[in-house]
Structures are given as structure tokens and as C-alpha cells.
């Protein structure tokens, strides 16, 4: 059975930054188009960023697009979110999913298909 872990969370300050990880196995990994989401307590789950399955096409959400920096190594096996200037606003647990062969766009970060695979998540909170 495949894993995510997710791993970098913790406590920043407005304006700081972060790298969040996600490392998988169990899978073909170059074969997985691979997202990072969010939930923030109270609200529903948002799409941050992907990166394509074989092709290190990207996409963002309109709230962190110009500060989020997603990368795949394949090698590793590994999924980092750089995210720069963050904000308050951005605490929210960080769920890094799997989703084979489906190209990353706004449907697939938009919640339009169901993720194969999920990380048990990692806190990021942004104090002000």
C-alpha cells in the first residue's frame, strides 16, 4: 500500500517562510501527479498547488500563487512546497495527495477527482 508523509509543519511568523515535505512510496512515482491541499479549522478543504506526473507542469491556488514554489524530485520520491511570505491567514493542516496519470490543473486542484492516495497532514500555523 502506498504512504504519503508529510513532514515541516510548525509555528512561523507573518512574513516568514516554510518548506513543507512530502515523501512517498509504495508507488510509481513518476507516475502520479502530486497536490498539496489545506484545511483551516471551520473551513473546507483548499487546493494549494500540483505538479505533473512526468512533466514538472505546475498550478497554483489564486491565494498563494507568487509566494508557493512547488518541486518534484523524482529520485527522492519527494514533493517540497516552499511557501515565502506567508500569512496568517495560511495556518491550515497541509495534506500532500496522490492522483495517478490525471494532468495537474485547477479541476484536479479544484477537488474534482478523488485522490488516491493522502498524508495523515502536517500543522502549519502563522502567527501575526
Known amino acids: 500500500e502506498a504512504q504519503l508523509a508529510e513532514t515541516g509543519g510548525g509555528l512561523v511568523q507573518a512574513g516568514g517562510s516554510r518548506r513543507l515535505s512530502c515523501a512517498a512510496s509504495?508507488?510509481?512515482?513518476?507516475?502520479?501527479?502530486i497536490g498539496w491541499f489545506r484545511q483551516a479549522p471551520g473551513k473546507e478543504r483548499e487546493g494549494v498547488s500540483c505538479?505533473?506526473?512526468?512533466?514538472?507542469?505546475?498550478y497554483y491556488g489564486d491565494s498563494v500563487n507568487g509566494r508557493f514554489t512547488i518541486s518534484r524530485d523524482n529520485a527522492k520520491h519527494t514533493v517540497s512546497l516552499q511557501m515565502n511570505s506567508l500569512k496568517p491567514e495560511d495556518t491550515a493542516v497541509y495534506y500532500c495527495?496522490?492522483?495517478?496519470?490525471?494532468?495537474?490543473?485547477?479541476?484536479?486542484?479544484?477537488?474534482?477527482?478523488?485522490?488516491?492516495?493522502w498524508g495523515k497532514g502536517t500543522l502549519l500555523t502563522v502567527s501575526s
Open positions: 495527495a496522490a492522483l495517478w496519470m490525471i494532468p495537474c490543473d485547477s479541476k484536479w486542484l479544484g477537488g474534482k477527482y478523488d485522490m488516491d492516495w
Open positions: 509504495g508507488l510509481t512515482f513518476d507516475d502520479y501527479t
Open positions: 505538479i505533473n506526473y512526468r512533466h514538472d507542469t505546475t
